[in-house]
């Protein structure tokens, strides 16, 4: 089994900073591209940034100079920056990450359970 497990969301106020941490978990994996996405009530899952293997990325234009992606490849492991929050910012936020077992030679999306962000007064 692929598990990702996501942590770092809460309630922050306007202006504030979070970090959310995405670690992925199984025997035999091989990670490409990993991923943050967002979703409020009522609206489709959209892309916030996205980090390949080789540590290039791209952001939604919305949170591009607030936000930034990272990744430990060693560890399995994404992070997404949160700096200068707003309260559209507001949303579930779910990992993504595309993932091969081994002996497959297909990569296969995977999600995590959601983390809430909430920027409130």
């Known amino acids: 089994q692929v598990q990702l497990v996501e942590s770092g969301g809460g309630l922050v106020q306007p202006g504030g900073s979070l970090r959310l941490s995405c670690a992925a978990s199984g025997n035999g994996i091989s990670i490409n591209a990993m991923g943050w996405y967002r979703q409020v009530p009522g609206k489709q899952r959209d892309l916030v940034a996205i980090?390949?293997?080789?540590?290039?990325?791209n952001y939604a234009d919305s949170v591009k100079g607030r936000f930034t992606i990272s990744r430990d490849n060693a560890k399995n492991t994404v992070y997404l920056q949160m700096n200068s929050l707003k309260p559209e910012d507001t949303a579930v936020y779910y990992c993504n990450a595309d993932v091969r077992r081994w002996p497959s030679t297909r990569y296969s999306a995977y999600w995590g359970q959601g983390t809430q962000v909430t920027v409130s007064s």
């Open positions: 980090s390949s293997r080789d540590s290039s990325t």
